[in-house]
């Protein structure tokens, strides 16, 4: 019995943390998002489905929240994933010199902080002292008040955004590439297909895997949008979520009701209904990417 016991007692402690720190949680979470309860009472009244209705038919800032979440995951992964595809084509193809440091620049901003990347970016984009608009100024360009209007802070987000993550769509492609037989495209070239041609009928459909990897990971990523859009505007003076709550995604919305506005138990369930929004997002892409016969 000792003997069958050790190896037990030996993972236990492994167990217990998981349980405490990962399923209780989660569990935790589930229960209040059928009370009212503050955070800080003692007791939660439980309300049923009312926080899920309430959210559902009578939030005006969940459903705004939804919007820009969904029309931030639309600008941001398309040129997120094409720019990581062809920036690894390109260092494949062109870059062999050179290669590993370019690898190493491109994918600097995906493990720099999030708190550096927006001070950087308000800097840039300054309405009166910052780079772009001083760019702007010299082909006599009005400077835009990127920051303080609706679109152009959608426009600051989805370039920020991009800009940190495409390294990270870029070392899944350039996995992808290195296990394609450089057979198909010696065959090709001695048939005389171009660089063009065997990139739309080699490259692109042999990568299909990471295309749904990339795709998925990326969709996931963008629809917990978060501290971005929350550090940019945190310091300039502007309401949560930017100017006209244009950048006002779920995860603020989500935070504004539990920490701001200690609505815990409302909370949760837009975190569950979160949870439902990227878990059918999640199979639809999978759907979409699955090889057919």
């Given at each position: 019995m000792k003997q069958k016991a050790t190896p037990y007692l030996m993972i236990l402690p492994y167990f217990f943390t998981f349980f405490a720190f990962n399923i209780f949680p989660v569990v935790f979470s589930f229960f209040i998002s059928f009370t009212d309860w503050n955070g800080i009472a003692a007791?939660?009244?439980?309300?049923?489905?009312?926080?899920?209705?309430?959210?559902?038919?009578?939030?005006?800032?969940?459903?705004?929240?939804?919007?820009?979440?969904?029309?931030?995951?639309?600008?941001?992964?398309p040129a997120q994933?094409?720019?990581?595809?062809?920036?690894?084509?390109?260092?494949?193809?062109?870059?062999?010199k050179f290669r590993s440091a370019f690898q190493l620049i491109n994918f600097l901003p995906y493990i720099t902080t999030t708190v550096a990347l927006a001070i950087i970016f308000q800097l840039m984009f300054d309405w009166k002292n910052g780079i772009v608009n001083g760019i702007l100024g010299?082909?006599?360009?009005?400077?835009?008040?990127?920051?303080?209007?609706?679109?152009?802070?959608?426009?600051?987000?989805?370039?920020?955004?991009?800009?940190?993550?495409?390294?990270?769509?870029?070392?899944?492609?350039?996995?992808?590439?290195?296990?394609?037989?450089?057979?198909?495209?010696e065959a090709a070239k001695i048939d005389g297909a171009s660089w063009f041609q065997r990139f739309f009928h080699i490259t692109i459909p042999m990568l299909r895997p990471i295309f749904a990897f990339t795709v998925t990971t990326g969709m996931?990523?963008?629809?917990?949008?978060?501290?971005?859009?929350?550090?940019?505007?945190?310091?300039?003076?502007?309401?949560?979520?930017?100017?006209?709550?244009?950048?006002f995604t779920i995860m603020?919305?989500?935070?504004?009701?539990?920490?701001?506005?200690?609505?815990?138990?409302?909370?949760?369930?837009?975190?569950?209904?979160?949870?439902?929004?990227?878990?059918?997002?999640?199979?639809?892409?999978?759907?979409?990417?699955?090889?057919?016969?």
């Open positions: 007791t939660k009244e439980l309300v049923g489905f009312a926080n899920y209705i309430r959210a559902l038919t009578k939030d005006s800032f969940f459903f705004l929240s939804l919007k820009n979440t969904i029309l931030l995951t639309i600008m941001i992964i994933i094409l720019m990581g595809l062809l920036m690894a084509c390109l260092l494949k193809d062109f870059f062999h010299v082909f006599g360009i009005e400077a835009v008040y990127w920051l303080g209007k609706a679109w152009p802070t959608r426009i600051v987000v989805v370039l920020m955004e991009v800009w940190r993550n495409y390294g990270y769509a870029m070392i899944m492609f350039l996995a992808g590439l290195s296990t394609i037989p450089e057979d198909l495209y996931i990523g963008v629809l917990n949008l978060f501290d971005g859009p929350q550090l940019l505007f945190s310091s300039i003076n502007q309401p949560l979520g930017g100017p006209e709550r244009s950048v603020i919305r989500f935070y504004e009701a539990s920490f701001l506005n200690f609505e815990f138990g409302y909370g949760a369930s837009i975190a569950y209904l979160f949870f439902v929004l990227v878990s059918l997002c999640s199979a639809l892409l999978v759907r979409a990417f699955q090889e057919r016969d």
